[in-house]
């Protein structure tokens, strides 16, 4: 392997990864019954836990 494949192939672990530490937080987030506080067109937004772009389609 070339250091560019072992490069994207390590960008794409990390990627993995982040998408599965936000579903947990989000599952976390409806367990708790907590606010998920993001940033959206430069403003702090509470999101819901009930709220439908809670899920992990609608990333910030």
């Not at 192939?9 to 530490?21: A, D, P, Q, T």
């Not at 976390?28 to 819901?48: A, G």
Request: charged letters at 40%; glycine letters at 4%; aromatic letters at 4%.
């Amino acid at each position: 392997m070339t250091t560019s494949e072992i490069q994207i192939e390590e960008k794409n672990r990390i990627l993995k990864g982040l998408e599965k530490v936000y579903e947990k937080l989000i599952e976390f987030k409806k367990i708790k019954k907590s606010d998920l506080v993001v940033i959206r067109n430069n403003k702090i937004v509470k999101i819901k836990p009930g709220e439908p772009d809670i899920s992990s389609n609608s990333k910030p």
